[in-house]
């Protein structure tokens, strides 16, 4: 009774998988699917080797899709949804527990034409396990949230074409590997004005490993503390 109950469960998460659909730049909405690298479908990544990790399927060309102007200290929100519809559904579905990170990655020339490969990877945000005992994580607040959440783009980020990685591990079958489930929505902008800073960068996929305690963890057993994989957070 107990398998049969958890197989349903898992059969139920496996139909409310997720992905990016809209990005907004300091308020605005830009449009369903606009500015985005889509995916073939709401399946997670779970091979943290793959290119996959770096935009999603099919995510290694921006060919056909547009790239967004966004001035350098704008502030861009990111929103989710399981299907192509805003209302009448929870936005990422809310058994999927786990952290919110944005990554940029400065292109050598168009952010159409980059791959994300090697390392050019930032990370300006990151939000995890927010309070143990109630065992809330960033993906509560994303799905309270209609399936938003923001960051301000580091004024002092180099003008040019980029790509803004959002990504979303969920972690509710991730005691084992592979479990964890990467969500990853990759947007094209062009950042204008900006400063000269030369932020650390990491390599997606490379830096994170199926050993990482953000990776492979039982978030069931009275978990106290998450470190989410990739490092720390460059703040500008
Ligand atoms: C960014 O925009 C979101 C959505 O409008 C808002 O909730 C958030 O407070 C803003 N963040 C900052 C730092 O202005
Ligand atoms: C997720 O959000 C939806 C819509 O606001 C809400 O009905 C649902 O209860 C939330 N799920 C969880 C687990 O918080
Ligand atoms: C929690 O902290 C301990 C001690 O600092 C560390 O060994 C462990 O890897 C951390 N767990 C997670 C999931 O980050
Ligand atoms: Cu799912």
New binding site residues.
Partial sequence: MKLALSILASAALANAHFTMQYIWVNGVDQGLNTNIRIPPNNNPVTDVTSTDLTCNVNGLSGSGVSTVSIPAGANITFEWHQHAQRTGE??IS?GHKGAVQVYVAKAPSTAASFDGQGAVWTKIYSSGLLNPSTEQWAT?VV??TQGKHSVVIPASLPAGDYLLRAEIIALHVASSYPGAQFYIGCAQATITGGGSASPTKISLPGAYKSTDPGITVNIYNNLQNYTAPGGAVWSG
């Fill in positions: 929870d936005p809310g509560d799905n309270a």
